[in-house]
């Protein structure tokens, strides 16, 4: 008998699917199963199932004072199974955050400031002594299962007068860490996106690909800088990271075009841009992809196989056999919705996303 059996899903393929489930792993995904089940959640064909939704740019440690939120109000809540939280901490206080992370019925990971206090104050980076490899080394060895990468926050603000010192440290750190994942933020200038992208290698993330600041991907003609297509040609990954400040229609729409598609959605999350916007939720997000031409075929990857991929997560992000049992399970809606982006341009959707179960381990919880 299994634990749990969705049957009737619908994948964004438009087949349908019965899911088993036992001891918090998909044991089958076929046409039909025939078995019996502890719980039965029949979707008559009507709802959608995906591989559990993984917002891979949050900030959810709850006490800090800059950027924080709490993971089972931004995750479960919200059709999202796994959060990774992008830098809030460093070496000296991602403990805490970790006995924090513990208690949410969320899949909590953290990437790794490279400043040792994390985003205490907005120019972490300014002070180069606070990037100390020996406890980011110390750090990762007592947590190596919660922390799957590392973060540095290159704009003017964070960095000072240090340029792309930090990124440069920051490479260094990776190299001598087995290459772990990095997250690299860009924002104004210095330094120069092109500086930044050469530091880069390919399986480095770019996080806020979309942003509309002079220091993006395109220059005042609306061209693409040709520096942004040889960086996404040699394997450096897109992550939107909507936030506050950095998601743009425009810009998200002329890269579709110049085809930088990016390879992660994420939100960039915490408490204000949840309760007043722009960002709201994850699902919004997935909204403003659909809205400006994208399949929901060719999204639900960018947040499941392709963050679980580029984070490492092994166990997650496929609706298969064997893999943990994290599901969303989602309908489309017809409802007329006025989506915004970080700098108040407006696109019109009659298509919204509403979660109604997040799985996780095989645990069924409702959605808002």
Not at 351 to 361: L, Y
Request: aromatic letters at 8%.
């Amino acid at each position: 008998m299994y634990d749990l059996l969705i049957r009737q899903g619908r994948l964004a393929t438009d087949d349908i699917v019965d899911i088993a489930i036992k001891d918090k792993k998909i044991i089958a995904v076929a046409p039909l199963i025939e078995a019996d089940a502890q719980e039965v959640i029949d979707l008559a064909g009507e709802s959608y199932v995906s591989a559990g939704w993984i917002d891979d740019h949050v900030h959810c440690y709850e006490k800090m004072t800059l950027y924080y939120d709490y993971p089972d109000q931004i995750g479960i809540p919200k059709g999202v199974t796994t959060v990774i939280d992008a830098g809030t901490t460093g070496a000296e206080n991602v403990g805490d955050f970790y006995e924090l992370a513990q208690q949410a019925n969320t899949n909590v990971y953290a990437l790794l400031n490279i400043s040792k206090w994390g985003i205490v104050e907005q120019d972490e980076l300014a002070d180069l002594a606070k990037i100390q490899s020996a406890l980011i080394t110390q750090s990762l060895a007592a947590y190596p299962d919660f922390i799957v990468g590392l973060k540095a926050r290159m704009s003017k603000t964070v960095v000072g007068e240090n340029g792309i010192v930090p990124l440069q440290m920051a490479k260094k750190i990776q190299s001598e860490c087995n290459h772990l994942p990095l997250m690299v933020h860009i924002g104004s200038a210095p330094p120069e996106l092109e500086d930044v992208l050469t530091e880069m290698s390919a399986g480095d993330v770019m996080t806020h690909c979309y942003n509309g600041k002079p220091n993006g991907i395109f220059n005042t003609a609306g061209q693409l800088k040709p520096f942004v297509r040889e960086a996404y040609d040699k394997g450096i990954l897109f992550d939107i990271g909507h936030g506050t400040d950095s998601f743009n229609f425009n810009v998200a729409e002329q890269a579709k075009a110049a085809g930088i598609i990016c390879q992660t959605i994420s939100t960039d999350i915490y408490h204000r841009n949840r309760e007043t916007g722009p960002v709201y939720d994850l699902a919004t997000t997935i909204e403003k992809m659909l809205v400006i031409g994208y399949s929901l075929a060719e999204v639900l990857p960018m947040i499941t196989e392709n963050p679980a991929a580029a984070f490492h997560l092994d166990n997650k992000g496929q609706l298969a056999a064997g893999y943990d049992a994290d599901i969303t399970i989602f309908n489309l809606k017809e409802r007329r919705k006025t989506l915004v982006d970080s700098n108040g341009n407006t696109r019109e959707t009659t298509t919204v996303i509403v979660p109604s179960h997040t799985i996780i381990g095989g645990s069924v919880y409702d959605c808002d």
